[in-house]
Nanobody, 124 residues
Framework: QVQLVESGGGLVQPGGSLRLSCAASGRTFRLYDMGWFRQAPGTEREFVAA????????DYSDSAKGRFTISRDNAKNTVFLQMNSLKPEDTAVYYC?????????????????WGQGTQVTVSS
């Protein structure tokens, strides 16, 4: 069982930056692939970024590439999402998720554990 708690969301102006954190419970965090997803009002949940438990595989959505960076600190049971050059269309609730599996995937339905989400609002 893994419990996930996101933090770091808030209101930021276009072009600004935010760093989201996701703290995980459990001693086996290092064995979980971790992902960030987001959902804006009236839209479906979408993939943002993911990192394999080894740290050797990382993937980003097209909208996140070049602006967002996912990282993990296994010693602190935490995964981060650094978001730069934020745009109004990045406004959404951001969720972190965890899964264990041999195959690295960006499909949200394959993730087992989810946090409660943190709101990111990009507006002037």
């Amino acid at each position: 069982q893994v419990q996930l708690v996101e933090s770091g969301g808030g209101l930021v102006q276009p072009g600004g930056s935010l760093r989201l954190s996701c703290a995980a419970s459990g001693r086996t965090f290092r064995l979980y692939d971790m992902g960030w997803f987001r959902q804006a009002p009236g839209t479906e949940r979408e993939f943002v970024a993911a990192v394999k438990w080894t740290g050797g595989n990382i993937d980003y959505s097209d909208s996140a590439k070049g602006r967002f960076t996912i990282s993990r600190d296994n010693a602190k049971n935490t995964v981060f999402l650094q978001m730069n050059s934020l745009k109004p269309e990045d406004t959404a609730v951001y969720y972190c998720a965890a899964r264990r599996g041999a195959v690295f995937t960006t499909e949200g339905n394959e993730y087992t554990y989810w946090g409660q989400g943190t709101q990111v609002t990009v507006s002037s």
